[in-house]
């Protein structure tokens, strides 16, 4: 099915969505806006530009100030800020397979935007321009609404992942790009620049901040800096692209070929755990307990290599994973990287916390057909959180010599992006990037 016939379809099925939203909560209608950009402070420039999520979840337009009215029995209505501008470029209208989704208005200013908007009566406002919506006599982001709207993001329909899908193989071609850079000796700042290249776009233009990560920096779970030094013995890439702002998250550990055999042999061993989670994600299945096998996978990956010198299960049951895997087994994607609704137990927005064990865990849903998350162990060194375990009762349990000798190395991470169907899950970066 082609791209326009897909969006179609996906448009129709968020107007039914949020016109029973709009029933539940007691509103006639919703205005949302693609937002105002962020300025620094005590300057004239801005920020890039990121529209709100669920602006984007309906019209895929780039630019500040857009508004989108959505009245139940009636067309979308697309009002598109349109100034005439010779300081900066306006964006156009390149693509237009989605057009015929809305009725179209322009307006050449912010004010006239507005203005062209009215007052509408008991109508809901979703953005970040509080102000100008208040001052039309909207209700501005209630929570009994956006939750609702967050829930439906959490389901992606065909048009959703046809952008996933496109989003996966850009970033594939950078991840295998910034590679073969890393295998000719190349620095962190060198192999940044090769996956911004072969994706083809800006550094704006990416979802997030890349992180590249060679030897000890891969222990800093969001490092972002640059390095112009060659000659790293790892390279772990976190790094993604976009399709009409579906983002996807894609994270691969490579070891240089002088590197330590230990460490190797731990990204080899991870690589088959991250896959096994991957084809285990199942409708039906808790998310928590994808995380709790991975924590199980690591203690096995950890006794094997002798890192601890206990049993997989007492280490586990004493808790010797978690310095080692810090973080959450992965979390919902989409317009946001991290997308919404992980965390709510209902579409009324009802908490759904993860257990204090594991607070980093950003996903407690129960696997459903439509949802789209990451797959993403991880192993590290990363000395602050294992110092509290060098001179506790179980210090004996570690194999500090060992682990002293990989810390150098920082850790490894690897990192999928998988859709659930009725019938399993599927595994976008595996089909694009195999290894």
């Excluded at 590249?212 to 060659?230: C, F, I, P, W």
């Amino acid at each position: 099915m082609d791209l326009a016939a897909l969006f179609s379809q996906h448009v129709e099925r968020l107007r039914v969505e949020t016109e029973r939203a709009l029933v539940d909560t007691g509103f006639g209608s919703l205005v949302v806006s693609s937002g105002a950009p962020f300025t620094y402070f005590a300057d004239d420039r801005d920020a890039p530009f990121e529209p709100v999520p669920h602006f984007a979840h309906w019209c895929p337009l780039g630019g500040p100030h857009h508004l989108l009215q959505l009245t139940p029995g009636k067309k979308p209505r697309l009002v598109r800020h349109a100034p005439e501008d010779y300081w900066y470029e306006q964006g156009g209208v390149t693509d237009p397979f989605w057009l015929g989704a809305f009725h179209l208005e322009e307006a050449g200013s912010v004010e006239a935007a507005w203005k062209a908007l009215g007052r509408p009566t008991n109508a809901v406002y979703v953005g970040n321009e509080t102000e100008r919506a208040a001052t039309a006599g909207l209700v501005v982001n209630p929570a009994a609404l956006t939750s609702r709207l967050d829930w439906v993001r959490s389901y992606k329909d065909e048009y959703e992942v046809r952008c996933l899908e496109e989003a996966t193989a850009l970033g594939a071609r950078g991840h295998r790009a910034a590679r073969e850079t890393f295998a000719a000796g190349a620095s962190e700042l060198e192999v940044h620049q090769a996956f911004v290249r072969a994706v083809g776009c800006t550094e704006a233009q990416l979802p997030y901040t890349t992180i590249v990560a060679q030897d000890e920096k891969g222990a800093t779970l969001h490092y972002e800096s640059k390095r112009n030094v060659r000659g790293g013995r790892v390279l772990l890439l976190d790094a993604g692209a976009q399709a009409r702002r579906y983002a996807c998250d894609i994270t691969r550990t490579t070891p240089a070929p002088a590197c330590d055999a230990r460490f190797a042999e731990l990204v080899r061993r991870l690589d088959a755990l991250e896959q096994e989670l991957a084809g285990a994600a199942l409708p039906g299945r808790p998310y928590l307990e994808v995380h709790l096998q991975a924590h199980r996978g690591v203690a096995r990956i950890l006794s094997d290599l002798r890192l601890v010198r206990v049993p997989a299960e007492e280490a586990l049951a004493k808790g010797y994973t978690h310095p080692f895997f810090p973080h959450g087994v992965g979390h919902h994607l989409g317009i946001q990287v991290h997308d919404v609704a992980g965390r709510q137990a209902d579409p009324s927005g009802t908490p759904a916390p993860p257990p204090k064990e594991h607070p980093y865990l950003r996903n407690t849903r129960t696997i459903e057909p439509g949802h789209a998350f990451t797959i993403e162990p991880g192993i590290y060194f990363i000395p602050m959180l294992l110092r509290p375990f060098r001179s506790g009762p179980g210090a004996a349990a570690f194999d500090w010599d060992a682990i002293d000798a990989l810390t150098p190395l920082g850790g490894v991470r690897v990192e999928d992006n998988v859709v659930v169907t009725a019938s399993g899950p599927r595994n976008l970066t595996r089909e694009h990037l195999a290894d």
